[in-house]
Protein backbone atom coordinates (compact mmCIF):
# COMPACT_ATOMS: atom_id res chain seq x y z
CA UNK A 1 0.00 0.00 0.00
CA UNK A 2 1.35 3.49 -0.98
CA UNK A 3 1.52 5.96 1.48
CA UNK A 4 1.59 9.70 0.15
CA UNK A 5 1.86 12.92 2.80
CA UNK A 6 0.70 16.25 2.38
CA UNK A 7 -1.67 15.49 0.25
CA UNK A 8 -4.04 18.30 -0.64
CA UNK A 9 -7.30 17.82 -0.53
CA UNK A 10 -8.68 20.17 -2.91
CA UNK A 11 -9.84 17.16 -5.46
CA UNK A 12 -11.13 15.43 -2.54
CA UNK A 13 -13.97 17.39 -1.32
CA UNK A 14 -16.50 19.25 -2.98
CA UNK A 15 -16.76 22.39 -1.00
CA UNK A 16 -13.55 22.86 -2.89
CA UNK A 17 -11.37 23.51 0.66
CA UNK A 18 -7.50 23.74 -0.10
CA UNK A 19 -6.52 22.33 2.79
CA UNK A 20 -3.52 19.32 3.16
CA UNK A 21 -3.98 15.56 4.94
CA UNK A 22 -0.99 14.71 6.68
CA UNK A 23 -1.14 10.54 5.25
CA UNK A 24 -3.30 9.96 2.56
CA UNK A 25 -4.31 5.94 1.62
CA UNK A 26 -6.32 4.86 -1.22
CA UNK A 27 -8.41 1.78 -0.39
CA UNK A 28 -9.22 -0.16 -3.44
CA UNK A 29 -10.29 -3.59 -1.81
CA UNK A 30 -11.83 -4.26 1.69
CA UNK A 31 -8.95 -6.65 2.20
CA UNK A 32 -6.48 -4.18 2.55
CA UNK A 33 -8.21 -2.68 5.98
CA UNK A 34 -6.70 -5.69 7.94
CA UNK A 35 -3.35 -4.78 6.68
CA UNK A 36 -3.92 -0.91 7.93
CA UNK A 37 -4.53 -2.48 11.47
CA UNK A 38 -1.87 -4.66 11.66
CA UNK A 39 0.72 -2.54 10.55
CA UNK A 40 2.52 -0.57 13.90
CA UNK A 41 3.76 2.05 11.76
CA UNK A 42 0.19 3.06 10.59
CA UNK A 43 -0.94 6.61 12.83
CA UNK A 44 -3.81 5.62 14.92
CA UNK A 45 -6.06 8.33 14.20
CA UNK A 46 -8.29 7.58 10.88
CA UNK A 47 -10.23 9.40 8.61
CA UNK A 48 -12.40 7.81 6.12
CA UNK A 49 -13.57 9.97 2.72
CA UNK A 50 -15.77 8.71 0.04
CA UNK A 51 -16.77 10.99 -2.71
CA UNK A 52 -16.04 14.16 0.24
CA UNK A 53 -19.81 15.41 -0.74
CA UNK A 54 -21.05 16.08 2.96
CA UNK A 55 -18.03 17.33 4.49
CA UNK A 56 -16.87 20.75 5.58
CA UNK A 57 -12.78 20.63 6.31
CA UNK A 58 -12.12 23.63 8.37
CA UNK A 59 -8.40 22.52 9.20
CA UNK A 60 -5.38 20.47 7.86
CA UNK A 61 -6.17 16.44 8.28
CA UNK A 62 -4.13 14.83 11.00
CA UNK A 63 -3.33 11.34 10.99
CA UNK A 64 -4.10 8.73 8.21
CA UNK A 65 -7.03 9.46 5.87
CA UNK A 66 -8.59 6.55 3.52
CA UNK A 67 -9.97 7.58 -0.14
CA UNK A 68 -12.49 4.67 -0.34
CA UNK A 69 -11.95 3.30 -4.21
CA UNK A 70 -13.92 -0.20 -3.58
CA UNK A 71 -15.55 -1.51 -6.52
CA UNK A 72 -18.17 -3.83 -7.44
CA UNK A 73 -21.92 -4.88 -7.70
CA UNK A 74 -23.15 -8.53 -6.28
CA UNK A 75 -26.91 -9.84 -7.02
CA UNK A 76 -26.82 -11.97 -4.13
CA UNK A 77 -30.53 -13.50 -4.48
CA UNK A 78 -33.99 -12.58 -5.85
CA UNK A 79 -37.60 -14.04 -6.31
CA UNK A 80 -40.89 -12.72 -7.89
CA UNK A 81 -40.95 -9.22 -5.91
CA UNK A 82 -37.00 -8.33 -4.73
CA UNK A 83 -33.80 -8.76 -5.15
CA UNK A 84 -31.02 -8.59 -3.37
CA UNK A 85 -27.95 -7.13 -3.96
CA UNK A 86 -24.24 -6.25 -2.30
CA UNK A 87 -22.71 -3.34 -3.46
CA UNK A 88 -19.11 -1.96 -2.55
CA UNK A 89 -19.14 1.28 -0.78
CA UNK A 90 -16.94 3.35 -3.25
CA UNK A 91 -19.55 3.14 -5.62
CA UNK A 92 -21.05 6.38 -6.84
CA UNK A 93 -24.36 6.61 -5.63
CA UNK A 94 -25.55 8.30 -8.47
CA UNK A 95 -24.34 5.78 -10.46
CA UNK A 96 -25.76 2.83 -8.39
CA UNK A 97 -28.93 4.41 -8.65
CA UNK A 98 -28.83 4.36 -12.58
CA UNK A 99 -27.83 0.57 -12.74
CA UNK A 100 -31.02 0.01 -10.49
CA UNK A 101 -33.48 1.53 -13.05
CA UNK A 102 -31.36 0.32 -16.10
CA UNK A 103 -32.66 -3.70 -14.79
CA UNK A 104 -35.78 -1.77 -13.73
CA UNK A 105 -35.15 -2.32 -9.69
CA UNK A 106 -37.32 0.11 -7.35
CA UNK A 107 -37.13 1.88 -4.57
CA UNK A 108 -33.96 4.15 -5.04
CA UNK A 109 -35.08 6.67 -7.74
CA UNK A 110 -36.37 9.66 -5.76
CA UNK A 111 -32.86 9.26 -4.47
CA UNK A 112 -31.22 10.03 -7.86
CA UNK A 113 -28.36 12.74 -8.26
CA UNK A 114 -27.67 12.75 -4.96
CA UNK A 115 -23.63 13.19 -4.38
CA UNK A 116 -21.39 10.74 -2.80
CA UNK A 117 -20.58 7.63 -2.45
CA UNK A 118 -22.86 4.17 -1.31
CA UNK A 119 -21.44 3.48 1.89
CA UNK A 120 -21.94 7.38 3.30
CA UNK A 121 -25.52 6.43 2.47
CA UNK A 122 -26.08 4.46 5.72
CA UNK A 123 -23.86 6.91 7.93
CA UNK A 124 -26.25 9.62 6.16
CA UNK A 125 -29.44 8.13 6.15
CA UNK A 126 -29.77 10.11 2.81
CA UNK A 127 -33.59 10.41 1.93
CA UNK A 128 -35.17 12.91 -0.66
CA UNK A 129 -38.41 13.82 -2.51
CA UNK A 130 -40.40 11.57 0.27
CA UNK A 131 -38.08 8.35 0.51
CA UNK A 132 -34.90 7.43 2.77
CA UNK A 133 -32.47 4.67 2.13
CA UNK A 134 -33.11 3.06 5.48
CA UNK A 135 -36.33 1.72 3.37
CA UNK A 136 -33.98 -0.30 1.33
CA UNK A 137 -31.21 -1.29 3.21
CA UNK A 138 -31.14 -4.70 4.64
CA UNK A 139 -27.35 -4.96 5.75
CA UNK A 140 -24.05 -3.25 6.50
CA UNK A 141 -20.63 -4.55 6.76
CA UNK A 142 -18.12 -2.28 7.91
CA UNK A 143 -14.14 -3.25 9.28
CA UNK A 144 -14.28 -2.21 12.85
CA UNK A 145 -10.67 -1.02 13.70
CA UNK A 146 -10.92 -1.11 17.44
CA UNK A 147 -11.88 -4.97 17.06
CA UNK A 148 -9.91 -5.68 13.80
CA UNK A 149 -12.54 -7.54 12.25
CA UNK A 150 -14.92 -7.63 9.63
CA UNK A 151 -18.82 -6.58 11.99
CA UNK A 152 -22.44 -6.82 10.16
CA UNK A 153 -25.49 -4.57 11.20
CA UNK A 154 -28.72 -5.28 10.49
CA UNK A 155 -31.22 -2.41 9.36
CA UNK A 156 -32.72 -2.34 13.09
CA UNK A 157 -29.28 -2.25 14.70
CA UNK A 158 -28.05 0.76 12.30
CA UNK A 159 -30.64 2.55 14.66
CA UNK A 160 -31.90 4.71 11.51
CA UNK A 161 -33.16 8.26 11.98
CA UNK A 162 -33.67 11.45 10.13
CA UNK A 163 -30.24 11.88 8.70
CA UNK A 164 -29.28 9.95 11.37
CA UNK A 165 -27.67 6.29 11.95
CA UNK A 166 -25.45 4.96 14.58
CA UNK A 167 -22.56 5.41 12.14
CA UNK A 168 -23.06 9.11 12.97
CA UNK A 169 -23.36 8.79 16.67
CA UNK A 170 -21.45 5.84 18.77
CA UNK A 171 -19.63 4.44 16.01
CA UNK A 172 -18.46 7.36 14.40
CA UNK A 173 -14.75 7.05 13.28
CA UNK A 174 -14.57 3.46 14.38
CA UNK A 175 -15.65 1.96 11.25
CA UNK A 176 -14.69 1.65 8.12
CA UNK A 177 -17.93 0.30 6.23
CA UNK A 178 -17.33 -1.76 3.08
CA UNK A 179 -20.45 -2.78 1.48
CA UNK A 180 -24.16 -2.65 2.01
CA UNK A 181 -26.96 -5.03 0.61
CA UNK A 182 -29.80 -3.76 -0.78
CA UNK A 183 -33.22 -5.22 -1.23
CA UNK A 184 -34.90 -3.15 -4.30
CA UNK A 185 -38.46 -4.04 -5.69
CA UNK A 186 -39.36 -5.88 -8.94
CA UNK A 187 -42.66 -3.80 -8.71
CA UNK A 188 -42.27 -0.47 -7.77
CA UNK A 189 -44.48 2.25 -5.17
CA UNK A 190 -44.09 5.43 -6.27
CA UNK A 191 -43.55 8.30 -4.53
CA UNK A 192 -44.61 11.82 -6.64
CA UNK A 193 -46.07 13.56 -3.89
CA UNK A 194 -43.45 15.11 -2.10
CA UNK A 195 -41.92 18.33 -3.61
CA UNK A 196 -42.47 19.45 -7.44
CA UNK A 197 -42.15 15.90 -8.65
CA UNK A 198 -46.04 15.82 -9.94
CA UNK A 199 -45.16 19.17 -11.50
CA UNK A 200 -42.19 18.20 -13.74
CA UNK A 201 -43.73 14.68 -14.44
CA UNK A 202 -47.35 16.92 -15.59
CA UNK A 203 -44.32 19.60 -17.54
CA UNK A 204 -42.74 16.66 -19.50
CA UNK A 205 -46.15 14.86 -20.56
CA UNK A 206 -45.92 12.26 -18.65
CA UNK A 207 -48.87 9.99 -18.72
CA UNK A 208 -47.45 6.41 -17.46
CA UNK A 209 -45.29 6.25 -14.50
CA UNK A 210 -42.24 4.47 -14.09
CA UNK A 211 -39.17 4.58 -12.20
CA UNK A 212 -37.17 6.02 -14.99
CA UNK A 213 -39.44 9.01 -15.03
CA UNK A 214 -39.59 10.03 -11.65
CA UNK A 215 -35.79 9.66 -11.73
CA UNK A 216 -35.54 11.95 -14.59
CA UNK A 217 -37.89 14.63 -13.24
CA UNK A 218 -36.05 14.35 -9.84
CA UNK A 219 -32.59 15.42 -11.72
CA UNK A 220 -34.21 17.75 -13.38
CA UNK A 221 -35.26 19.35 -10.27
CA UNK A 222 -32.41 18.82 -7.81
CA UNK A 223 -30.44 20.28 -10.94
CA UNK A 224 -32.27 23.32 -11.21
CA UNK A 225 -31.91 24.46 -7.91
CA UNK A 226 -28.79 22.93 -6.40
CA UNK A 227 -25.40 24.54 -7.71
CA UNK A 228 -22.80 22.42 -9.02
CA UNK A 229 -19.87 21.31 -7.24
CA UNK A 230 -17.44 21.70 -10.25
CA UNK A 231 -19.33 25.46 -10.84
CA UNK A 232 -19.32 26.49 -7.24
CA UNK A 233 -17.91 24.89 -4.33
CA UNK A 234 -20.59 23.03 -2.04
CA UNK A 235 -21.80 20.21 -0.25
CA UNK A 236 -25.61 20.61 -1.01
CA UNK A 237 -28.04 20.95 2.13
CA UNK A 238 -26.47 22.15 4.96
CA UNK A 239 -28.88 22.37 7.54
CA UNK A 240 -31.60 19.22 8.60
CA UNK A 241 -35.17 20.61 8.23
CA UNK A 242 -36.09 21.14 11.71
CA UNK A 243 -38.90 19.18 13.62
CA UNK A 244 -41.27 21.59 16.09
CA UNK A 245 -44.05 21.22 17.95
CA UNK A 246 -47.38 21.53 17.09
CA UNK A 247 -48.34 24.32 19.83
CA UNK A 248 -44.91 26.25 18.53
CA UNK A 249 -45.98 25.99 14.77
CA UNK A 250 -49.56 26.86 15.45
CA UNK A 251 -47.65 30.63 17.20
CA UNK A 252 -45.78 30.78 14.41
CA UNK A 253 -48.58 30.65 11.78
CA UNK A 254 -50.45 33.22 13.48
CA UNK A 255 -47.21 35.66 12.70
CA UNK A 256 -46.18 33.88 9.25
CA UNK A 257 -49.72 32.06 7.88
CA UNK A 258 -47.53 31.09 4.55
CA UNK A 259 -44.86 28.92 6.48
CA UNK A 260 -44.71 25.57 5.16
CA UNK A 261 -44.70 22.30 7.10
CA UNK A 262 -44.85 18.55 6.34
CA UNK A 263 -46.41 16.02 9.33
CA UNK A 264 -44.31 14.09 11.49
CA UNK A 265 -46.39 12.33 13.95
CA UNK A 266 -49.29 13.63 16.13
CA UNK A 267 -47.41 16.27 18.21
CA UNK A 268 -44.84 17.51 15.49
CA UNK A 269 -44.41 19.04 12.15
CA UNK A 270 -41.42 19.81 10.08
CA UNK A 271 -40.55 23.35 8.42
CA UNK A 272 -37.94 23.32 5.62
CA UNK A 273 -34.58 25.31 6.93
CA UNK A 274 -34.29 26.69 3.43
CA UNK A 275 -37.70 28.70 4.07
CA UNK A 276 -36.37 29.85 7.60
CA UNK A 277 -32.92 30.98 6.14
CA UNK A 278 -34.56 32.74 3.27
CA UNK A 279 -37.18 34.41 5.35
CA UNK A 280 -34.09 35.86 7.70
CA UNK A 281 -32.71 37.41 4.46
CA UNK A 282 -29.58 35.21 4.20
CA UNK A 283 -30.53 33.59 0.52
CA UNK A 284 -27.79 35.18 -1.94
CA UNK A 285 -25.62 36.91 0.88
CA UNK A 286 -21.96 36.66 -0.21
CA UNK A 287 -18.72 37.50 2.13
CA UNK A 288 -15.74 36.89 0.39
CA UNK A 289 -16.12 33.99 -0.84
CA UNK A 290 -17.93 32.92 1.39
CA UNK A 291 -21.91 32.85 0.57
CA UNK A 292 -25.46 31.52 0.68
CA UNK A 293 -26.11 30.03 -2.27
CA UNK A 294 -28.65 32.82 -4.42
CA UNK A 295 -31.37 29.92 -5.83
CA UNK A 296 -31.83 27.62 -2.64
CA UNK A 297 -31.32 29.08 0.67
CA UNK A 298 -30.27 25.63 2.33
CA UNK A 299 -26.63 25.51 0.60
CA UNK A 300 -23.76 27.73 1.41
CA UNK A 301 -21.16 28.15 -1.07
CA UNK A 302 -17.59 28.38 -1.79
CA UNK A 303 -17.19 30.96 -4.53
CA UNK A 304 -13.37 30.20 -5.12
CA UNK A 305 -10.82 30.96 -2.04
CA UNK A 306 -12.91 30.59 0.91
CA UNK A 307 -11.48 28.56 3.87
CA UNK A 308 -13.90 26.27 6.08
CA UNK A 309 -13.67 28.62 9.37
CA UNK A 310 -15.01 31.50 7.12
CA UNK A 311 -18.36 28.95 6.49
CA UNK A 312 -18.35 27.40 9.58
CA UNK A 313 -18.76 31.23 11.13
CA UNK A 314 -21.35 31.74 8.27
CA UNK A 315 -23.19 28.58 9.06
CA UNK A 316 -23.22 30.19 13.30
CA UNK A 317 -24.65 33.22 11.94
CA UNK A 318 -27.52 31.57 10.42
CA UNK A 319 -28.15 29.33 13.34
CA UNK A 320 -28.35 32.30 16.03
CA UNK A 321 -30.68 35.08 13.04
CA UNK A 322 -33.30 31.62 12.61
CA UNK A 323 -32.90 31.12 16.47
CA UNK A 324 -33.58 34.68 17.38
CA UNK A 325 -36.75 35.10 14.75
CA UNK A 326 -38.57 31.73 15.16
CA UNK A 327 -37.17 29.90 18.38
CA UNK A 328 -35.89 27.24 16.40
CA UNK A 329 -32.72 26.00 16.66
CA UNK A 330 -31.02 24.59 13.09
CA UNK A 331 -29.04 21.31 13.07
CA UNK A 332 -26.27 21.25 11.05
CA UNK A 333 -26.07 18.37 8.54
CA UNK A 334 -22.73 18.57 6.85
CA UNK A 335 -19.72 16.64 9.11
CA UNK A 336 -17.42 18.92 10.19
CA UNK A 337 -13.95 17.72 10.52
Known amino acids: MQLLHNVSLKPYNTFGMDVTADTLAFIDDAAMLEAVSNDLNMPAEKHVLGGGSNVLLTG???GLLL????????????DDDHVWLQVQSGEVWHEFVLYAIGNGWAGIENLALIPGTVGAAPIQNIGAYGVEVKETIESVYAWHWDEQKMVQFQNADCRFGYRD?????????????TSVVFKLNKKPTFHTTYGAISQELDKNGIKELSI???AEAVIAIRSSKLPDPKQIGNAGSFFKNPAVNTDHFELLQTNYPDIPSYPVDATHVKVPAGWLIEKCGWKGYREGDTGVHEKQALVLVNYGHANGAAVWALSGKIVQSVQERFGIELEREVQVW
Not at 67 to 78: C, P, Q, W, Y
Open 67 to 78: VNRTKGISLLRE
Open 60 to 62: NVK
Open 165 to 177: SIFKQELKNKLFI
Open 212 to 214: KAI
